[in-house]
């Protein structure tokens, strides 16, 4: 953690609560008085979940690394950071990394402060256990995010005291794993059930869902070691972890009573919030001034936000190609289709005074279906993303959450561990009623898409499982991890699909478009796919400003090729 960062930490949990409280006793709280109140001991959880739904975590920055630089979302931006993800290019220094680490470190440093407060407070049992039991699920949560995406962390269990108790060397995989499964088996022993427990708030069921999630990820670093995780650690076999992944989302399933909503539609209505599907879900408003990550998914004037006069930051984050083309291809007709991405064309709203009401051409374009020569700018070769919007937005804040877990995904992560547990036609059957969902129209019951063949073989169900967490799951801040766990030979087709892809594109369009990943500048990009260089991009960098400021972490700590 960054000097700056540890001095607010220091500053704020012991000079405030003990020194300015001396200078005004009748308006400051110590500790003991904050945690001997259900009141303030509330109040202490709702500050990490601001910092949870804040933009150096889910309410931006998340978005930014976990889109941008999946191998399958890019940028349509110049700024140098968003480029350096989406030329899988990145920097030891990159602004967003840094951020989003930073993010993390704040948020568990006050989740370490709940749990020591808590531990021997006097307040009703009740609410203490329920308490604790959120501050553990979401420092679970937190530290799977850092160790799939860094790799070895320094793990941190208590408060910062000082500068030199924050200098705490990288954690093998292994303890930061441990840790993750210890804090969430006690998030399932203190959580209550979904009825018992306030709507945005974990749940005990959301605990065994990142249960099972978390034993999938363990079963890929079984059996890719040094894809880039060590795997000595791990102690049983693949299947082993298969299995306790497989059981433990068969319990949600069966369970924790969630279900699909009717239509995939009513997932994207931001005033429809906490449906049947979602299982753990943060609130993002216009009073907590958090969610800025929406208009970086979506074009600028769309017709779609008809109150804002604004383009700027608009379409930063967008999809591949290859992505739309997959879902196309799979399921031609597809309503999912519409409800996840803007493409072919597009209209600026009537609000704006500067060409309203005009037409703008975006992908997909064929020789037959060309937008007027001059009629299409680089910035606009891509399709946009489209769930996250607000109709009443105007400028800058809007009220749409993050579903950072819906039972969509529980039953892909059903269907996945069943097909690798041999159970290849029940985990057909589980996606299957994904695509039943799919067939709902708010017109009615559409032909596609079309149930998957009970006689696909266990390594085609394999491939096209992977392939329907991209098609269902888009843009859902799933695919980055997704993309890699299965090792460098899966992630190199992804690359590979991408430079395919452009060519295939050069080789029939006649428009002039710019081929490649957007930035502003019309660059032909195309991946790397050497083993160093796909190695390289299975992880971020680690924060030179971290390795800069720990006295415990050297720049020989990096990771593998930065």
């Known amino acids: 953690m960054n000097k700056i960062y540890i001095f607010y930490i220091v500053l704020i949990l012991f000079i405030s609560c003990e020194d300015f409280l001396e200078e005004r006793p009748t308006t400051q709280f110590n500790k003991d008085q904050i945690y001997s109140k259900e009141e303030g001991a509330q109040a202490a959880l709702n500050a990490c979940y601001a910092y949870f739904s804040n933009s150096s975590m889910y309410g931006l920055r998340l978005h930014t690394i976990l889109?941008?630089?999946?191998?399958?979302?890019?940028?349509?931006?110049?700024?140098?950071?968003?480029?350096?993800?989406?030329?899988?290019?990145?920097?030891?220094?990159?602004?967003?990394?840094?951020?989003a680490y930073e993010g993390h470190y704040v948020t568990i440093n006050a989740l370490n402060d709940v749990l020591l407060n808590l531990e021997e407070s006097s307040i009703d049992e009740g609410v203490r256990d329920r308490i604790m039991g959120e501050a553990y699920f979401l420092r679970a949560q937190s530290y799977f995010n850092l160790v799939r995406l860094l790799g070895p962390v320094p793990l941190v269990l208590e408060p910062a005291s000082s500068i030199e108790s924050a200098?705490?060397?990288?954690?093998?995989?292994?303890?930061?794993?441990?840790?993750?499964?210890?804090?969430?088996?006690?998030?399932?022993?203190?959580?209550?059930?979904?009825?018992?427990?306030?709507?945005?708030?974990?749940?005990?069921?959301?605990?065994?869902?990142?249960?099972?999630?978390?034993?999938?990820?363990?079963?890929?670093?079984?059996?890719?070691?040094?894809?880039?995780?060590?795997?000595?650690?791990?102690?049983?076999?693949?299947?082993?972890?298969?299995?306790?992944?497989?059981?433990?989302?068969?319990?949600?399933?069966?369970?924790?009573?969630?279900?699909?909503?009717?239509?995939?539609?009513?997932?994207?209505?931001?005033?429809?919030?906490?449906?049947?599907?979602?299982?753990?879900?943060?609130?993002?408003?216009?009073?907590?001034?958090?969610?800025?990550?929406?208009?970086?998914?979506?074009?600028?004037?769309?017709?779609?936000?008809?109150?804002?006069?604004?383009?700027?930051?608009?379409?930063?984050?967008?999809?591949?190609?290859?992505?739309?083309?997959?879902?196309?291809?799979?399921?031609?007709?597809?309503?999912?289709?519409?409800?996840?991405?803007?493409?072919?064309?597009?209209?600026?709203?009537?609000?704006?005074?500067?060409?309203?009401?005009?037409?703008?051409?975006?992908?997909?374009?064929?020789?037959?279906?060309?937008?007027?020569?001059?009629?299409?700018?680089?910035?606009?070769?891509?399709?946009?993303?489209?769930?996250?919007?607000?109709?009443?937005?105007?400028?800058?804040?809007?009220?749409?959450?993050?579903?950072?877990?819906?039972?969509?995904?529980?039953?892909?992560?059903?269907?996945?561990?069943?097909?690798?547990?041999?159970?290849?036609?029940?985990?057909?059957?589980?996606?299957?009623?994904?695509?039943?969902?799919?067939?709902?129209t708010p017109q009615g019951r559409n032909l596609v898409p079309a149930d998957w063949d009970t006689s696909l073989s266990q390594s085609e169900t394999r491939e096209l499982i992977m392939e329907e967490r991209l098609i269902e799951l888009k843009g859902e801040l799933h695919e980055w991890f997704d993309n890699r766990r299965r090792g460098i030979e899966y992630f190199r087709g992804i690359l590979q699909n991408h430079?395919?892809?452009?060519?295939?594109?050069?080789?029939?369009?006649?428009?002039?478009?710019?081929?490649?990943?957007?930035?502003?500048?019309?660059?032909?990009?195309q991946y790397s796919l050497t083993d160093d260089y796909v190695k390289k991009n299975l992880l971020c960098p680690f924060p030179m400003v971290e390795i800069s400021a720990n006295n415990n972490i050297t720049e020989g700590d990096q990771n593998f090729g930065y």
């Open 67 to 99: 889109s941008v630089g999946s191998g399958t979302m890019t940028a349509g931006t110049t700024s140098s950071a968003f480029v350096e993800l989406a030329k899988m290019d990145i920097q030891t220094n990159n602004t967003y990394i840094a951020q």
């Open 167 to 440: 200098h705490k060397p990288r954690t093998p995989i292994g303890e930061v794993y441990n840790t993750i499964i210890e804090d969430l088996e006690k998030a399932w022993e203190l959580l209550p059930e979904s009825e018992k427990q306030s709507r945005g708030r974990a749940q005990k069921y959301a605990a065994k869902f990142l249960l099972s999630k978390v034993y999938i990820a363990m079963a890929c670093i079984k059996e890719n070691p040094g894809e880039p995780f060590d795997a000595s650690w791990l102690d049983q076999s693949a299947q082993s972890y298969w299995q306790k992944a497989y059981d433990f989302a068969l319990d949600v399933y069966s369970n924790g009573g969630y279900s699909l909503v009717s239509n995939f539609s009513e997932l994207w209505d931001c005033y429809n919030k906490y449906t049947s599907e979602s299982i753990f879900e943060l609130e993002e408003n216009v009073v907590t001034g958090s969610t800025t990550f929406m208009y970086h998914y979506l074009p600028g004037y769309w017709e779609g936000l008809p109150l804002t006069n604004s383009s700027n930051n608009y379409g930063r984050i967008r999809a591949m190609r290859e992505s739309y083309d997959l879902h196309f291809e799979r399921y031609e007709g597809d309503y999912r289709l519409d409800e996840t991405y803007i493409h072919t064309l597009y209209r600026r709203n009537m609000t704006t005074t500067n060409n309203p009401g005009r037409i703008y051409y975006t992908y997909p374009f064929t020789r037959d279906n060309l937008p007027p020569t001059g009629e299409m700018s680089s910035s606009d070769e891509l399709p946009h993303l489209k769930k996250y919007k607000d109709p009443r937005f105007t400028a800058f804040d809007a009220n749409v959450n993050v579903i950072v877990y819906r039972f969509a995904d529980l039953i892909l992560m059903l269907a996945e561990t069943a097909n690798e547990l041999g159970k290849t036609g029940e985990a057909i059957g589980y996606v299957n009623q994904l695509l039943d969902r799919a067939r709902n």
């Open 499 to 525: 430079n395919d892809r452009l060519d295939d594109l050069s080789n029939t369009m006649t428009y002039d478009f710019y081929f490649g990943i957007v930035t502003g500048s019309g660059d032909n990009i």
